[in-house]
Nanobody, 121 residues
Framework: QVQLVESGGGLVQPGGSLRLSCLAS????????IGWFRQAPGKEREGVSC???????YYADSVKGRFTISRDNAKNTVYLQLNSLKPEDTTVYYC???????????????WGKGTLVTVSS
């Protein structure tokens, strides 16, 4: 069964850091692009970052320079390091893939259930 499970969210003060994890099962994660997405209440879903099948990376302008995506093939896990967090980063973060080998971000078809990040003093 193909599955993605996010973890690592929590409550952090502005300026703080978190590392989110996206653990894959049922497939070998290093073959496929993985994206991180977020959707705050009342806002459109935003593609935050992705790593392609060829390990190219993409970042939304809103997180560029603060977030870093990486892949650990031995652990079948993709990470999203969140630094210099702001209150506007508060929302649920999801990882997703389309299980298509591509040198670009995925068109998400398989989703995890998300992990909540709250940035507040």
């Amino acid at each position: 069964q193909v599955q993605l499970v996010e973890s690592g969210g929590g409550l952090v003060q502005p300026g703080g850091s978190l590392r989110l994890s996206c653990l894959a099962s049922g497939f070998t994660l290093d073959e496929y692009p993985i994206g991180w997405f977020r959707q705050a209440p009342g806002k459109e879903r935003e593609g935050v970052s992705c790593i392609s099948s060829s390990d190219g990376t993409y970042y939304a302008d809103s997180v560029k320079g603060r977030f870093t995506i990486s892949r650990d093939n031995a652990k079948n896990t993709v990470y999203l390091q969140l630094n210099s967090l702001k209150p506007e980063d508060t929302t649920v973060y999801y990882c997703a893939t389309d299980l298509i080998v591509r040198s670009s971000c995925p068109e998400p078809a398989v989703w995890g259930k998300g992990t909540l990040v709250t940035v507040s003093s």
